[in-house]
């Protein structure tokens, strides 16, 4: 679960921010609800962490 961690969170500001325009005339239309879940789901659902490239370096980064 970790590894999805900021893909989740960017899913979930795509959609929420999706969601927040089509909320903007106070209705929902299915062409809307379409598109806040491609941006919610399409856009960045299976884009893992990238592991760092040192991970040497990454941990007496973190130690500092």
């Known amino acids: 679960m970790r590894?999805?961690?900021k893909a989740?969170?960017?899913a979930a500001v795509a959609g929420l921010t999706a969601l927040g325009t089509a909320?903007?005339?106070g209705a929902?239309?299915?062409g809307e609800w379409v598109v806040v879940?491609?941006?919610a789901?399409?856009?960045v659902w299976a884009v893992p962490n990238r592991p760092?490239?040192?991970?040497?370096r990454d941990y007496l980064a973190r130690r500092s």
Do not use: E, S
């Open 52 to 56: 760092p490239a040192d991970p040497t």
């Open 41 to 43: 789901i399409g856009v």
């Open 23 to 25: 909320l903007d005339d």
């Open 3 to 5: 590894a999805y961690a």
């Open 28 to 30: 929902v239309t299915t």
């Open 8 to 10: 989740l969170t960017g």
């Open 37 to 39: 879940a491609i941006a």
